[in-house]
């Protein structure tokens, strides 16, 4: 069960946005979200401190958090009036590491991060959090990238994050970890999913087809309203990310990754951090080690 999850919100509006998926989360059984902060800062003592390997709890009567706990807290009630309990952290430290740190620490079931804004990012850029959050977590990772208005003169709220999505197999065990957990979703919001299948040659089609169709059964057994299958000849980052630029009905990519550990198969690794840097659409990670009964 998908109970618990941690948002990393850097404060700005793209992540008030991504708090517009407060009653997405709710529909595949979202209990609680720890809504968390970090601020950049190895030295939180100041530049003549020791230097700092874990994440720090920044103190509530801190000036700074003084000023930073109003806006999480009108991010909370966005959270809460979804019917999710909601608890606030702020902490010193590195943002993947302080990210990690905590999902570790309340044993959430996922990570939530936004691939837009300038809070934590000011000195790491959105692409080098998001790599070494995906390799330093043993935790599924939601990617999930701020939409401007066409006039570019706001950030567009999220909405059905889990009416249709694409899964991305390659058949490894990595793979099949990302398809358990997929598998809780649908039997909770009953949604659309497509299945991609990136092959070398036409001819590994055919080969592919009684795992396709297995994985097609199970879906459809968790209650998926429609399933469909294809295979797709050519390079996987290329490929993959065509395909999704070409589907502007897909709400999310589900995909399994290394996690901690490094393999050479084929929708793993590379492929992962290409699409957690250029996905147009949201991007669930699912690591090999993760625990999906959180």
Partial sequence: MIKKILISSDLSDASSALLTCAADWKSIGVEKAI?????????PGGMNATFVKETKTMD?????????????????????????KVD??????????????????HDVSAIVTGSHGKGILKRATIGSVSSELIHLTSRPVFL????????CGGVLPCRNLFSHV???????????????YLEQIVEHSKCRVDILHIISSVQDAEKALPDLEAIKARLLAAGAIAVELECKEGKPEHTAINHIEGR????????????KSFTTELLVGSLSLHLSRYSPVPVLLVPQETDTDN
């Fill in 88 to 105: 606030i952290e702020v902490v010193y430290g590195f943002p993947a590491r302080a990210i990690n740190d905590l999902a570790e620490k």
């Fill in 166 to 180: 694409l899964y991305l197999t390659d058949f490894s065990e990595v793979a099949k970890k990302g398809l358990d």
């Fill in 248 to 259: 502007e009905d897909l709400t999310l990519v589900v995909m399994g990754t290394h996690g």
């Fill in 35 to 43: 809504l968390t902060h970090v601020i950049y800062s190895p030295h």
């Fill in 144 to 151: 999930i990238r701020s939409k401007l208005g066409q006039d």
């Fill in 60 to 84: 509530k009567d801190n000036d700074l958090a003084k000023k930073i706990m109003p806006i999480l807290e009108k991010q909370k009630a966005v959270m809460e009036e979804a019917g999710i």
